[in-house]
């Protein structure tokens, strides 16, 4: 299974080479990772239908439990039936569908890495793999939406489409983690975690959630609906393929493997009812108001997702049973009539249902394709639309939880909806509309046969499907026990018998059609209650929101100033440690204030001279004032006995002095003007309160010592180890060497630069630019104006 | 096998060296530094494979033992550290070398590169808290130098916000650094660790905390990282993706080494940084998305990805400073790339600014994948490195029941993928929108085949297939990241090593 999906990355990134050569050939290509898997598959359905599984392991990352495991059971064939079987359907569509255009191999690239991720979503056993395919899946689809990336159109719903799905993504990482934390035994399998019984409590509920979170994001269920509408930008195979057949039922998807374990833990019934029947009538309902055939299409399918996830979530396994036929036929027909819709397109250039007229008489072929896959669609016998939807009423029917009749209710009316909304397809595409407008249909041409021979193949198979019942439950019936052992045995019925299911799909197809007869009234209804694009207006007020808050926030931390950084720097250095030092505060034994009344001198002078160059206008003063603070440290070190450290300093000094003397020619003689004195105000105490902060820590630093300094001990084996007189030397040059080796190549790193600086200042002097530039560059010592 | 242990420090300076001694030759100059920084990363991979078999190794430079000496120290977060930061000097070289106008009509590029070379490996390796200033000090200036060449007005001015900056943190490193002296009475990290046990807790906590924001200001955490969105940018894209991969690494690796050696778990504030961690992430991944230029976008994310990092520091469990080291290793080399990515576009297209160019996906299609696969990294998405990174991450901190950092943490890489998006989205796809004149900009250039000169694009394309390995390799790169952080949640080994060889 490994070698499966590597191969679907292999030939995708062929792809675009084999492209830009051969055209639409590249589609031959690509078509084979697909048609391989098919042939895999049929090698082992027998096994797999009769209750085992194929299982395969490569260790990826073992410390974080994440595994390469791959397992194929009935379910997942049913899965990878769809993926590929669709998948192969699709590209060979593409061929025919798409002019020649120059990125075809980019387009045929991505539709290959799509099936791959999807391959490997539905064959993963670890559940951390499953999210990997996952959110390939969400980035290929991102690719393709936009792929025609000149519309902003595309673009915007390309964004909108992995920001929803991707927030559901990562909702779902935390779900999935907690539950692998969780699991007995600390399993990642899938296989093994809804096998054994998860363990009870608030974590759990909570990590249901975040799953869910994550299953209805790409499952486009209410509210997360609407970047399925937007994803319609796409080519239309993809969208007949991902954001139909295939990767909007993941979320589908992971909701049957998790139900049978889950549905009784949190809230996971309530939100998998609730979200699914509010989903299938809302998405119905909007479908109803559509004027491009895509958008009923898209719409439709919000709503049958909606359909699924309720049958899935109840968990119950008849419910299982009729959601695995629903799944099957679901797929047969969407992606049958987004193909049509596609044909359509191709050959009337229009998806508008207002013009489109007359199409019936002058495509036949394709309208009766259309016709029974939109059959199927809507429950009619004898399709397989129609015998899932029976299990899937009657599963709710005989169900003992309570709120089933509840579901029930929810899931006719929204039937009687999907009703309506196809017969609005097919009178939209086919119909003769005597009043339209600027009509499309006189003059369109019949399609090549190879562009609707996958449509009608999909379409067949709905109906074959549905009237060899034992043909399709030999499919469904292995895969739901995959997913729970069934309490009995459940068959699909093409004649149910009188039954309440029987009395609600009759009622579903008869307030359907009412509903379209009645279609002007309900237009007009509808207009009246507008409120279509809730959750869409929601979302980008959100993403708007949130751009203007990063503005804000960013223009606040980011005011380009310098003193503000260093404001920001000291402050946090002094008051984050002073806040835990509170109470430890200590004086060392035996400290005064001054050894000597020279120091006392000294640090007077020192003190002066520091205040006296913050205050001073002149650039000259001030440098001269700092000059007394170096000095005077200098002092300091003379009467402390350290004559090399003061001849140091003094030097130091000196030489810092004579070359500020030699900038300062160059630079104005006064600082730039003062700014307000609350600000300076605020400097002062920035400036003091480090210097307190500083001066108390090395107090308590010094009273906290337990032990003798290192440094007594390095005089010490100065001469008897390193032989010399002059200890200060011996440290330098010998002991710690290899630090003044560092700061040798300081200095010389530092000569480097300068000598760089003035070769590129000389280079361009003429033009001015570089006294202003050193203006502007020390400038920021004295204002914000560094940006 | 000891002996190796200063290589990586001297012979980047013994190339720096020569390089200016060769300073009229360019070829010459490239030789060198070509194979300098080759024979260094072949003597870090065997000081990694050395370290990881048989333990630290310490080397005491003058033959003075530790206390009194300095004691170099490679242990395995030292040795993995090494070898990233070789390759990336290594990969980043040749891109300078290849990229018109980056090293040539520059006197010192070659020579101030190896020193930073030289700082970086010694900020790795010292045992030895003063020593671990010099080397800052040694790495700072050589950036002044690479961050200034060129002198360019704006350079300049950013440059000067880059350099106050420092020099006040080094400052302020040099205080610390004689507040802690003045407590314990010495500088050697091992023998800091032995006497910090002694002091009253007060006190160390606030030394751990001095230690965290002086080392903070270089990695760039909140609040303190203001500088580096403002100064990263401006630099010539090499230079800007060295700084961007192990400049502020070396600020973590700093952190990350002081907090677990010298303090005990009493006096750590791992909430405090989980809270740090939450809002460098989330402030610095605002203000990425507020931007519209590729360098600047990608350097606000250099501040929330250190987020990352402190959040896996914060938890103080092994699977927690586990995915830490884990994600530094996966975000050296996938920002580096990204930085030498926004270089190609720069060169490809004439600006690096989302509306002066765009429709690239046609015009240059070698660009978009080296692009997309580092990106998507970044943001996290499977199957590449950053997945695996965040991963660990997410995984430590549910594991820590710590659930609004990891809340945070998961917001944060749904941002992250926005701003990619929003790359790719004005980089390959838009077509280009501002046509107006700029000054700054250069006229866009053919890009040929590749997406942009040879020696430009073979490394940034070995890099990207570098991230790629990552995550192929990460079963036994998590492992040895696991041991690196048991080394670092058992600190008696190491104190052992230095102090009683």
Not at chain 1, 261 to 279: H, I, M, N, Q, S
Not at chain 2, 81 to 105: C, D, Q
Not at chain 2, 284 to 307: E, P, T, Y
Not at chain 2, 442 to 454: K, Q
Request: glycine share 10%; with cysteine; proline share 5%.
């Amino acid at each position: 299974m490994t070698g499966l999906v590597l191969l679907h990355a292999l030939v995708a990134v062929l792809a675009p080479a084999v492209g830009a050569r051969f055209g639409k050939r590249v589609f031959a290509l690509t078509v084979i990772p697909s048609l391989a898997t098919l042939v895999w598959l049929a090698v082992h359905l027998g096994d797999v239908l009769d209750g085992g599984a194929v299982t395969e392991t490569y260790q990826w990352v073992p410390g974080l439990d994440l595994a390469l495991s791959f397992r194929l059971d009935a379910f997942g064939a049913l899965m990878v039936l769809l993926v590929s079987g669709i998948g192969a359907l699709v590209v060979a569509y593409s061929a025919w569908y798409f002019p020649h255009r120059p990125d075809l191999g980019r387009f045929a690239m991505l539709l290959c890495g799509f099936s791959g991720a999807m391959l490997g979503l539905v064959l993963s056993d670890n559940i951390l793999l499953i999210f990997v395919f996952w959110e390939l899946t969400s980035i290929t689809s991102y690719l393709l939406i936009g792929f025609d990336d000149t519309r902003e159109s595309a673009r915007k719903a390309a964004l909108q489409a992995i920001l929803i799905t991707g927030a559901g993504g990562l909702a779902m990482l935390a779900g999935l983690v907690l539950i692998g934390q969780q699991s007995s035994g600390g399993t990642w399998s899938l296989d093994e975690i809804v096998h054994n019984a998860p363990s009870e409590g608030a974590v759990m509920s909570w990590a249901v959630v975040l799953v869910l979170a994550g299953a209805f994001t790409k499952s486009a269920q209410v509210p997360f609906h609407m970047w399925l509408p937007g994803a319609m930008a796409a080519p239309t195979p993809v969208s007949a393929y991902l954001h139909s057949a295939t990767m909007v039922k993941a979320g589908v998807y992971l909701i049957a493997r998790l139900a049978p374990a889950f549905a009784d833990v949190g809230l996971w019934r309530e939100l998998t009812a609730g979200v699914g029947v509010a989903t299938m009538i809302w998405g119905a309902y909007r479908a109803l108001r559509q004027h491009d055939l895509k958008l009923v299409l898209a719409f439709g399918t919000i709503s049958q997702l909606g359909f699924l996830v309720a049958l899935f979530g109840w968990g119950d396994s008849k419910l299982l049973f009729a959601g695995t036929a629903m799944l099957l036929a679901h797929a047969f027909f969407k992606a049958a009539l987004f193909m049509i819709v596609g044909v359509i397109d191709h050959q009337a250039h229009s998806r508008d249902l207002r013009r489109l007229s007359g199409l019936g008489r002058r495509l036949p072929a394709t309208a009766i394709i259309a016709t029974l896959a939109a059959a199927s669609m809507a429950g009619v016998p004898p399709l397989l639309g129609f015998m899932s939807k029976e299990a899937g009423f009657l599963g709710f029917a005989d169900s003992l939880h309570s709120g089933a009749d509840l579901v029930l209710a929810g899931l006719v009316v929204g039937s009687i909806l999907t009703t309506a909304y196809t017969a609005r397809f097919l009178w939209g595409a086919f119909a003769v509309k005597p009043g339209a407008e600027d009509p499309i249909g006189a003059e369109v041409d019949r399609p090549l046969p190879p562009l609707i021979i996958p449509a009608g193949l999909l379409a067949v198979a709905s109906l074959v499907g549905g009237l060899y019942a034992p043909l399709a439950d030999e499919l469904v019936r292995p895969a739901a026990a995959a997913l729970h052992e069934p309490a009995g045995e459940y068959h699909l019925h093409l004649w149910p018998g009188f039954t309440l299911p029987l009395l609600l799909s009759a009622v579903a197809l008869m307030g359907g059609l009412a509903l379209f007869a009645l279609r002007r009234p309900v237009a007009a209804l509808q207009r009246k209650v507008a409120v279509d694009n809730g959750a869409d207006d929601a979302f980008f007020a959100l993403y708007n929101a949130t751009l203007r808050a990063a503005a804000r926030i960013t223009r606040i931390v980011q005011p380009g100033s310098l003193s503000f950084y260093l404001s920001a720097v000291l402050i946090t250095f002094a008051v984050v440690p002073a806040i835990v030092m509170m109470g430890d505060w200590e004086v060392p034994d035996g400290a005064v204030w001054a050894e000597s009344p020279f120091q006392a001198v000294i640090g007077v002078i020192v003190t002066v001279g520091a205040v006296g160059a913050t205050l001073t206008r002149r650039r000259f003063a001030a440098v001269l004032t700092l000059g007394t603070v170096g000095y005077g440290v200098a002092m300091l070190f003379v009467v402390q006995g350290a004559p090399d450290l003061a001849l140091t300093q003094f030097l130091i000094e000196t030489v810092v002095l004579v070359l500020f003397l030699m900038v300062l020619r160059r630079l104005p003689e006064r600082f730039a003007p003062r700014r307000t004195s609350s600000l300076r105000a605020a400097h002062a105490l920035v400036a003091l309160g480090v210097g307190a902060f500083v001066f108390a820590m090395a107090l308590a630093s010094l009273a906290a010592r337990t032990e003798r300094p290192l440094g007594h001990e390095m005089s010490e084996v100065a001469y008897a180890e390193g032989g010399g007189r002059n200890a200060v030397n011996v440290i330098l040059a010998d002991i710690r060497a290899f630090d003044t080796m560092g700061e040798i190549v300081v200095i010389a790193v530092a000569a480097i630069g300068t000598a760089a600086l003035v070769r590129a200042g000389r280079a361009r002097r003429d033009d001015e630019a570089v006294p202003d530039e050193i203006r502007a560059g020390v400038g920021v010592d004295d204002g914000g104006d560094g940006r | 096998m000891s002996w190796l242990v200063p290589v990586p420090v001297v012979l980047p300076l013994i190339g720096a060296a020569l390089a200016v001694l060769v300073g009229r030759s360019r070829a010459a100059q490239r030789v060198i530094s070509c194979v300098i920084l080759t024979v260094t990363l072949v003597v870090s991979v065997v000081i990694l494979v050395e370290v990881d078999s048989n333990g630290a190794m310490v080397a005491h430079s003058g033959g003075w033992p530790a206390p009194l000496g300095i004691s170099l120290v490679a242990d395995r977060l030292s040795a993995i550290l090494l070898v990233l930061a070789s390759t990336m000097l290594l990969a980043v070289l040749i891109y300078a070398i290849g990229e018109p106008g980056a090293e040539r009509n520059h006197v010192g590029f070659q020579s101030a590169y190896l020193v930073l070379a030289a700082g970086v490996s010694a900020s790795f390796l010292t045992g030895d808290l003063f020593n671990l200033f010099v080397a800052f000090e040694v790495m700072l200036t050589a950036s002044y130098v690479l961050l200034t060449l060129g002198g360019r007005a704006e350079q300049i001015r950013s440059g000067m916000t880059y350099i106050v900056i420092s020099l006040v943190a080094s400052s302020l490193f040099i205080t610390a650094l004689a507040l802690i002296y003045a407590a314990t009475g010495t500088v050697n990290m091992a023998h800091i660790a032995e006497r910090m046990a002694d002091l009253p807790l007060g006190i160390t906590s606030a030394f751990a905390l001095l230690l965290i924001v002086v080392f903070g200001i270089k990695a760039a955490l909140f609040p303190l990282f203001f500088w580096l969105p403002d100064s990263y940018p401006i630099a010539p894209s090499p230079i800007t993706a060295v700084f961007a991969g192990l400049l502020t690494k070396v600020g973590i690796y700093a952190i990350i080494r002081t907090q677990t050696l010298f303090f005990p778990p009493e006096s750590q504030h791992g909430t405090l940084l989980l809270v740090v961690a939450a809002l460098t992430m989330a402030v610095g991944v605002l203000g990425a998305i507020a931007q519209d230029d590729v360098k600047r976008i990608l350097s606000f994310h250099i501040v929330s990805q250190i987020g990352y990092m402190v959040m896996g520091l914060g938890l103080f469990t092994l699977a927690g400073i586990t995915g830490a080291i884990f994600y530094i290793v996966h975000h050296i080399v996938v920002k580096t790339t990204l930085f030498l990515v926004g270089g190609l576009i720069e060169h490809a297209g004439g600006s690096s600014r989302l509306t002066r160019v765009g429709g690239m996906v046609r015009t240059a299609p070698a660009l978009a994948v080296l692009f997309l696969i580092p990106a998507l990294s970044l943001a996290g998405i499977p199957p590449f490195s950053g997945f695996l990174a965040k991963l660990a991450l997410v995984d430590a901190g549910l594991g820590a029941s710590e659930w609004a950092v990891v809340a945070v943490s998961l917001v944060v890489s749904l941002l992250t993928l926005f701003s990619m998006m929003k790359i790719w989205a004005g980089v390959f796809w838009n077509p280009v929108e501002d046509h107006s004149d700029d000054e700054y900009d250069a006229p866009p250039l053919p890009v040929g085949r590749l997406g942009g000169p040879p020696f430009m694009v073979l490394p940034t394309a070995a890099l990207v297939v570098c991230s790629l390995a990552i995550s192929v390799g990460a079963g036994p790169l998590y492992d040895l990241a696991e041991r690196a952080a048991s080394d670092l949640l058992h600190p008696a080994a190491y104190i052992d090593q230095v102090l009683r060889p």
